[in-house]
């Protein structure tokens, strides 16, 4: 299976903080890499897929970048709506695997 | 828009079965996947397995093989996901997704099953 690990696994950061979060594959997987975001209670959220084509809908904001086995997520600049847990997920090869997620908090 | 809407919450028994439904509205389905996945309380994201309804094909985490069967039923555009032979560590949030065609775009409303004596 292919191991995705997230870095850091939690933040502390202000609004109008541009935060960036690492992931990386075990091996490489091309650009077949999504982000997720998810609130308490709430099912995960489409935010990327391409490594960085934009989801419709989701605000520029969030940038997607990377190739091969390293991969960012940047938040150009964080807003209270933006706090959540984020998540990357390979779709190169099954078993699909999610990255063990990352949670961004409010300093 | 589209929307995946999932059966109810569900309280089982070890060693039984639990079965979820997940029903798609307002957009194209067919030439799509159908992702579940599952939360444990306070955990990350485990994918289980997928179906490609037009090829009827379907694939499983390699942990979950012969204890998951994921179906569909095209003429009510509905997708299940059955899990056989639970144990407590199977009590999760249960999610569908839409894979477009794999990017897994649109998320069900997510199913709590909780497994206990």
């Known amino acids: 299976d292919i191991q995705m690990t997230q870095s850091p696994s939690s933040l502390s950061a202000s609004v109008g903080d541009r935060v960036t979060i690492t992931c990386r594959a075990s091996?490489?997987?091309?650009?077949?890499l999504a982000w997720f975001q998810q609130k308490p209670g709430k099912a995960p959220k489409s935010l990327i897929y391409?490594?960085?084509s934009l989801q419709s809908g989701v605000p520029s904001k969030f940038i997607g970048s990377g190739s091969g086995t390293d991969f960012t997520l940047t938040i150009s600049s964080l807003q209270p709506e933006d706090f959540a847990t984020y998540y990357c997920?390979?779709?190169?090869?099954?078993?699909?695997?999610f990255g063990q997620g990352t949670k961004v908090e409010i300093k | 828009q589209v929307q995946l809407v999932q059966s109810g919450a569900e309280l089982k028994k070890p060693g039984s079965s639990v079965k979820v439904s997940c029903k798609a509205s307002g957009g194209a389905f067919s030439s799509y996947s159908i992702s579940w996945v599952r939360q444990a309380p306070g955990q990350g994201l485990e994918w289980m397995g997928l179906i490609i309804p037009v090829l009827k094909t379907t694939n499983y985490a390699q942990k979950l093989q012969g204890r998951v069967t994921i179906t569909a039923d095209e003429s009510t555009r509905t997708y299940y996901m059955e899990l056989n032979s639970l144990r407590s560590e199977d009590t999760a949030v249960y999610y569908c997704?839409?894979?477009?065609?794999?990017?897994?775009?649109?998320w069900g409303t997510g199913t709590t099953v909780t497994v206990s004596s």
């Open positions: 997920q390979q779709y190169y090869d099954y078993p699909w695997t």
């Open positions: 997704a839409r894979g477009n065609p794999n990017d897994l775009d649109v």
């Open positions: 091996q490489g997987i091309t650009k077949y």
């Open positions: 391409g490594a960085s």
